[in-house]
């Protein structure tokens, strides 16, 4: 199992952008699917983003063509890229692994502790 820490969340005015970084220990950082989810108050936690091991990306369709997800198996890092932000896209981002894409798109096997992502109007 790996740890996860999400950090580059902030406050950002609309049509603004960010990057979201999310720093991984332990081993074998390289054969996980990496996902970015995110919450909003009231709402249930939904995927925004994952990709694979060697690539492969899924994106929910609220955030095609804003967000990016990539990732550095050296730096052992994966990103969220977020551009053209709008307010409905606040909430607290979280970074999850899982050992293959169904995996981390259903049921994550970690999780980190989250960054908050303000998008004011």
């Known amino acids: 199992q790996i740890q996860l820490v999400e950090s580059g969340g902030g406050l950002v005015q609309a049509g603004g952008s960010l990057r979201l970084s999310c720093a991984a220990s332990?081993?074998?950082?390289?054969?996980?699917?990496m996902g970015w989810y995110r919450q909003a108050p009231g709402k249930q936690r939904e995927l925004v983003a994952a990709?694979?091991?060697?690539?492969?990306?899924n994106y929910a369709d609220s955030v095609k063509g804003r967000f990016t997800i990539s990732r550095d198996n050296a730096k052992k890092t994966v990103y969220l890229q977020m551009n053209s932000l709008k307010p409905e896209d606040t909430a607290v981002y979280y970074c999850?692994?899982?050992?293959?894409?169904?995996?981390?798109?259903?049921?994550?096997?970690?999780w980190g502790q989250g960054t908050q992502v303000t998008v004011s109007s």
């Open positions: 999850a692994a899982g050992t293959t894409m169904l995996l981390v798109t259903t049921t994550p096997s970690s």
């Open positions: 332990g081993r074998s950082f390289s054969i996980y699917a």
């Open positions: 990709i694979t091991s060697i690539g492969s990306t």
